[in-house]
C-alpha cells in the first residue's frame, strides 16, 4: 500500500526559501496526481498545489506564484518550494496522492501522509 | 472560486445520537464533495467520495448525500472513536477547496 512520507528543516527563519521532500513508498509515483496540501496549528486545511508524474503543475493563486513542485521518478519523490516565507506559513504540510477521474471534477485525496511541521520564527 | 461553508462549526453529542453536519457549496458542484475524518495530531482520512459513496473499510454507521449545492454527511450512532474534527472539499476548475471544518465532540 502507497505511503508518504515528508521531510523538511522543521524551523526557518522569515524570507528563506522553505523546501521539503515527499518520498512514496509501496507504489509508483508515475500515474497519478499528487497534491500538497497545508494545515496551520488549530486551523483548517489550505491546498497549496499539485504535479502529475510528466511534470504538469497547478496552483493555488493565493500563494502568489511563491510556490514551486516538482518530481523526481526515479526516485520515486516530490518536493515542493515556497519562497519569502513569513510565520503565515507555519504549518504541517501533507503530501497527498490524488485519486478519481482526472479528466472531470470528482477527485479526491488518499492517502494522506503523516505531514510535516514547518515553524517559522526569527 | 468555489466556497465551501460547513455548519455547525462544532457540536457536542452523546454516544448513541445521530449527528449530522451539513456542507454548503457557493455554486453547483453536482455530487463531486467528499469528507475527511481528523482525529487529533493524525493526518486527514478519506471516509466518503463523490457525496455518497463510502470508501472501503470505513464503518457503514457514517454516509453521506446531497448534490448541486447542499450536502449532508451523518453518523448514525455516535461512538467515542468518532471523535475528531470532519471536513468536506470540492474539485473545480484546477483548484480544490476544502470547508472550514466541523469539531465534533462528545457529550
Known amino acids: 500500500q502507497v505511503q508518504q512520507q515528508e521531510s523538511g528543516p522543521g524551523l526557518m527563519k522569515p524570507s528563506e526559501t522553505l523546501s521539503l521532500t515527499c518520498a512514496v513508498s509501496?507504489?509508483?509515483?508515475?500515474?497519478?496526481?499528487w497534491s500538497w496540501i497545508r494545515q496551520p496549528p488549530g486551523k483548517g486545511l489550505e491546498w497549496i498545489g499539485n504535479i502529475f508524474y510528466s511534470g504538469n503543475t497547478n496552483y493555488n493563486p493565493s500563494l502568489k506564484n511563491r510556490a514551486s513542485i516538482s518530481v523526481d521518478t526515479s526516485k520515486n519523490q516530490l518536493s515542493l518550494s515556497l519562497s519569502s516565507v513569513t510565520a503565515a506559513d507555519t504549518a504541517v504540510y501533507y503530501c497527498v496522492r490524488e485519486m478519481g477521474d482526472y479528466g472531470g471534477r470528482g477527485r479526491w485525496f488518499d492517502p494522506w501522509g503523516r505531514g510535516t511541521l514547518v515553524t517559522v520564527s526569527s | 472560486d468555489i466556497q465551501l461553508t460547513q455548519s455547525p462549526s462544532s457540536l457536542s453529542a452523546s454516544v448513541g445520537d445521530r449527528v449530522t453536519i451539513t456542507c454548503q457549496a457557493s455554486q453547483d458542484i453536482s455530487m463531486f464533495l467528499n469528507w475527511y475524518q481528523q482525529k487529533p495530531g493524525k493526518a486527514p482520512k478519506l471516509l466518503i467520495y463523490d457525496a455518497s459513496n463510502l470508501e472501503t473499510g470505513v464503518p457503514s454507521r457514517f454516509s453521506g448525500s446531497g448534490s448541486g449545492t447542499d450536502f449532508t454527511f451523518t453518523i448514525s450512532s455516535l461512538q467515542p472513536e468518532d471523535i475528531a474534527t470532519y471536513y468536506c472539499q470540492q474539485y473545480d476548475n484546477l483548484l480544490f477547496s476544502f470547508g472550514q471544518g466541523t469539531k465534533l465532540e462528545i457529550k
Open positions: 509501496g507504489g509508483s509515483i508515475t500515474s497519478y496526481y
